[in-house]
């Protein structure tokens, strides 16, 4: 590098002649990194030309042309490489007129026609085609909707209703590719007859048969398929209805009897009038003799007397009643003889009222009123001497007297209502006893059997005995007192205000409540004696000066069982217990035992007593 004293810098020469004067090939930038500028001012204004590669992707020369060209000329690249670049003129010739690029210019028509070897086509068809017809061009006018088909010469044609395939050489098909795989192919048979396949005017619905249309200009339909093409020509049957043949015409329902849904088979010969039967094979065939049961006796009640013959039985019916051993049965079932009863154990409800039992303990006839099994009182029924016992623990109203009944030798014995608790417990019913109350045989006695606190009386008159009375025709026993939410003690009944004739006993008191607990019920009295007081520590009192039910500590009292009738044990019931504290709005006390037991109080709750009980016992004359 040289730097005269003019300030010229010469780079490969000793002589420059500018301010940089470079003898050889220079590089600006470098690649792959800086983009190499050329910056050229100018002197007459402020502007500058910069010369710059800013982003080729290989490398190639920009060689200038060896002249200046001529004005307007086009610099003309001669693809990068060593030759260089050229001038082109920007002037074009557009069937035969020179148009410069840039300037408007006016271009004469197109020839009027084309010669294609020997043939010149002069004129077409708007939108039509040019085919090579044999080393010339042919102009082939085209049709709405047509398609490009050719004869069997080979000559292209235009048809909207074009023919697929050559008949007795080829085979016409329309072959349609699934989106994702698959071909469908349609086509004729090989001997294909001459018809229409028309579709049909509207989509059908799901399930109906395509159904021909004959063939001809008729369109095809979707439908019900007919008898006439091997259907049914109807759309719905009934369920499990059999279908009748009905000739050309739609197959028609049939109808059943009973509820069958299965039909069978016949084999061999049925002839008219006979029965039917179903052989080992499940085949229907002729029973060999007509329907209907022989040798029986109208009225009677068959009797099976083997697995496949019948006679006669005992039971015979008469209009709506029955008779066993008589053909004029006076009653819905009459038995002219010994019936013989026996006992299931069964309890006594409302579902078997009226059933009669002879009982496993007494051997006595029994009938059930709904509630209880009480002896059947008949006057031949027990011989002399019998201990009879019937018991009556609910209910009102009129008491039959049995024709047997023994006015010198019988008590009836009674227990007052127990009486209801409401914090104090309820007092339990008094026990009266009357002997050899003097009734009519067969006669009519009314009772109450007490409940609740009232008093539990039976006697000849339809009313209750006044109280401290004495008589002779029945027996009187008072019920407990009820609490009527007070702090009080409720007693029992009294004894002074029983109706009786020879004994009596008090009900126990239901206690107070009191600190934190409701009172006990007192115990029903008995035969024994009194029944027990309940306490302030929600304990009732025992019945029957203890030989009955023992009372509820802060639970139900206990039954009594003084006595054994008819398989259920009867007696003085226990009270029962309170609570068990005061102020709990959702605790009730707790019943007392059966029979007559004061109820155990509970806070702001009212309690229901116990019911009292006759029992009524005599000695067969």
Not at 80 to 96: C, D, I, L, Q, R
Not at 594 to 607: M, R, V
Request: net charge neutral; hydrophobic share 30%; proline share 4%.
């Amino acid at each position: 590098m040289v730097v005269k004293g003019t300030g010229d810098v010469g780079i490969g020469t000793t002589g420059p002649s500018t301010l940089l004067h470079v003898n050889g090939a220079s590089t600006f930038g470098l690649a792959g990194t800086t983009a190499g500028t050329l910056a050229i001012a100018n002197t007459n204004a402020s502007g500058t030309v910069t010369v710059q590669n800013p982003s080729a992707s290989s490398a190639y020369n920009f060689n200038l042309p060896a002249t200046a060209g001529t004005a307007a000329y086009l610099l003309t690249s001669q693809a990068g490489g060593s030759s260089a670049m050229t001038w082109t003129s920007p002037t074009v010739t557009v069937n035969g007129t020179g148009c410069t690029l840039g300037s408007t210019c006016t271009i004469t028509a197109v020839a009027s026609s084309l010669t294609v070897g020997t043939s010149t086509i002069s004129s077409g068809t708007s939108n039509g085609l040019l085919y090579d017809n044999g080393g010339t061009l042919g102009n082939l006018a085209t049709a709405n909707g047509g398609v490009l088909v050719t004869s069997n010469a080979g000559v292209p044609s235009i048809s909207a209703t074009p023919t697929l395939g050559v008949p007795g050489a080829s085979t016409g098909q329309v072959k349609l590719a699934g989106a994702t795989s698959g071909t469908v192919t349609v086509q004729p048979q090989a001997a294909a007859g001459t018809y229409n396949f028309n579709l049909p005017t509207a989509a059908g619905s799901s399930g109906q048969p395509l159904l021909s249309g004959g063939g001809g200009a008729a369109a095809m339909t979707f439908g019900t398929l007919g008898v006439g093409g091997g259907g049914t020509g109807a759309t719905t049957f009934s369920a499990n209805a059999p279908l009748i043949g009905n000739g050309a015409s739609a197959i028609a329902t049939g109808t059943v009897s009973g509820n069958t849904t299965k039909f069978v088979s016949t084999a061999g010969t049925l002839t008219s009038g006979d029965c039917v039967k179903i052989d080992a094979s499940g085949n229907m065939i002729d029973a060999g003799a007509a329907c209907g049961i022989s040798g029986g006796t109208a009225n009677y009640v068959p009797l099976w007397t083997s697995a496949s013959a019948q006679s006669i039985s005992t039971i015979y019916q008469s209009g709506s009643s029955i008779g066993i051993g008589t053909t004029n049965p006076q009653s819905k079932l009459q038995v002219n003889g010994e019936i013989q009863p026996g006992s299931s154990g069964a309890s006594c409800t409302s579902a078997n009222a009226g059933a009669i039992r002879v009982s496993s303990s007494s051997n006595f006839a029994d009938m059930c009123t709904g509630t209880n099994w009480y002896p059947i009182m008949l006057n031949t029924a027990y011989a002399s001497g019998t201990v009879v016992q019937i018991a009556i623990p609910s209910g009102s109203g009129t008491w039959t007297v049995p024709t047997n009944w023994n006015s010198l030798n019988n008590t009836i014995e009674a227990i007052g209502g127990g009486g209801g608790g409401y914090r104090s417990g309820g007092g339990g019913g008094a026990y009266a006893k009357s002997a050899n109350v003097v009734l009519v045989p067969g006669g009519t006695a009314y009772y109450s059997i007490g409940s609740n606190g009232t008093d539990t009386w039976l006697n000849t008159v339809n009313s209750e005995p006044a109280a401290s009375s004495s008589f002779s025709n029945g027996v009187m026993a008072a019920g407990g007192t009820s609490s009527a939410g007070g702090a009080t003690t409720q007693l029992g009944g009294q004894s002074s205000n029983c109706a009786y004739n020879s004994v009596a006993y008090s009900g126990g008191s239901g206690s107070a409540y009191g600190g934190s607990s409701n009172g006990g019920g007192g115990g029903a009295a008995g035969p024994n004696g009194a029944g027990g007081n309940g306490t302030n520590a929600s304990l009732g009192g025992n019945g029957d000066n203890g030989s009955g039910g023992t009372g509820g500590n802060s639970n139900v009292g206990n039954p009594g069982s003084e006595w054994y009738i008819g398989g259920i044990y009867y007696g003085a019931g226990g009270g029962g217990g309170g609570n068990g504290w005061t102020g709990c709005s959702g605790c009730y006390g707790f019943q007392g035992g059966n029979y007559g037991a004061g109820t155990g109080g509970a806070w702001n709750h009212s309690q229901v007593g116990v019911g009292g009980l006759l029992i009524i016992t005599y000695t067969v004359p």
